[in-house]
């Protein structure tokens, strides 16, 4: 099923993110998490895909048996960066060919030896290539792109940043996952800047539960989100004790996501990565709302 059916139905939904093996050894355990998070049944979920490539002939498995094996519509990511046009062309095929039906497109971060190189000869610099090429491909796939409540780190200015995000629909994006945020005014205040500048595709609000005190450095680092006080006082408080942190981590994200969908937010996508036990209990607490009538 393509995802822009299920954001047509306008209902509360819950979906959820899965990131493939980087080794063969620790596949089955993977794969046992993508089954206990199928079995709650989410609008979709979502396979993440290595920038370096090292990852990809795992998410189009796992994206495959998500659809195929447990019956939930699944998006598999892919990257361009550092590809050439052949092998991101080579894997737009296998996807279709695996019966994938939706895609984000994504650019990938810059690895790091790469910072320095001249990019003019880059096939992909960003992921508007890579949606302008599966468009012309004879691959029918829902394609997804990413955006920034809180502005891309690269990026000048947020006018910039939607300047490039229209440009990224334009070419073909049927909806848009936002990066983590804690702070969901900064998401109303985006939906209302690109809204005015015309982009009218669904926006499924990405949402990570904190569990840890260390995931917190780490989704600063990776995202540059802002840390609200509010936020920033349960890990002070609750931080040293990590069941404690867990259980207050899930009450959180479930009262951002109630807070979402009370302001006309229907799609949120939970960043609960391979962890079952952290989407089961977000679901839980909000099993009767997901499902009704936003
Ligand atoms: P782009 O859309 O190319 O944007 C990157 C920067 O370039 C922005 O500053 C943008 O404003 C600017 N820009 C865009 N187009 C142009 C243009 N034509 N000219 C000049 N500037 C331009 N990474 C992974 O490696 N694997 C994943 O599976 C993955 N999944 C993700 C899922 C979501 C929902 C999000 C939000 C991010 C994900 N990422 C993933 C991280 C993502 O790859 C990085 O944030 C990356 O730095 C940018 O990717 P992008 O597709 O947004 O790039």
């Given at each position: ?9 306008n209902k509360?939904?819950?979906s959820?993110?899965?990131f ?18 199928a ?7 979502s ?6 490539g090292g990852?990809?002939?795992y998410?189009?498995?796992i ?12 998006l598999?990511h892919?990257?361009?960066?550092s ?8 894997r ?42 599966i468009?012309?491909?004879d ?11 809180e ?7 947020q ?20 990066q ?20 009218h595709?669904p926006?499924v609000?990405?949402?990570m539960?904190?569990t840890?005190?260390?995931q ?5 680092h990776?995202s540059g989100?802002?840390?609200p ?6 890990v ?29 937010v ?9 962890k ?14 997901v499902?009704?009538?936003?």
């Amino acid at each position: 099923m393509k995802l822009t059916e299920i954001f047509k139905q306008n209902k509360y939904s819950l979906s959820f993110e899965v990131f493939p093996p980087k080794t063969s050894d620790v596949y089955d355990s993977v794969k046992h998490a993508t089954e206990e998070i199928a079995r709650l049944s989410p609008a979709f979920m979502s396979v993440t895909y290595g920038a370096g490539g090292g990852t990809s002939q795992y998410t189009l498995e796992i994206a495959k048996n998500i659809k195929t094996e447990y019956g939930v519509p699944s998006l598999a990511h892919l990257t361009c960066v550092s590809s050439t046009r052949e092998t991101v062309r080579a894997r737009i095929d296998d996807f279709k060919a695996a019966g994938i039906e939706n895609v984000m497109a994504l650019r990938g971060d810059i690895p790091q030896s790469m910072q320095n190189d001249d990019r003019s000869n880059w096939h992909y610099r960003h992921a508007v290539d890579l949606i302008a090429d599966i468009k012309v491909s004879d691959a029918d796939f829902c394609i997804g792109g990413a955006c920034y409540p809180e502005v891309h780190p690269e990026s000048a200015n947020q006018k910039e940043d939607i300047y490039y995000l229209k440009a990224k629909v334009d070419a073909g994006c049927d909806f848009l996952t936002t990066q983590m945020f804690f702070d969901n005014n900064l998401l109303y205040n985006f939906l209302y800047k690109i809204r005015q500048e015309g982009i009218h595709v669904p926006v499924v609000a990405g949402i990570m539960p904190i569990t840890n005190a260390k995931q917190v450095e780490r989704a600063i680092h990776l995202s540059g989100s802002f840390m609200p006080q509010r936020f920033k006082t349960i890990v002070d408080k609750f931080g040293g004790d990590p069941v404690a942190m867990k259980q207050a981590g899930i009450a959180y994200a479930t009262d951002q996501i109630i807070d979402l969908f009370a302001n006309g937010v229907a799609n949120v996508h939970v960043y609960s990565m391979n962890k079952p036990d952290v989407a089961a209990a977000i679901q839980a607490n909000l099993s009767d709302i997901v499902g009704k009538n936003a």
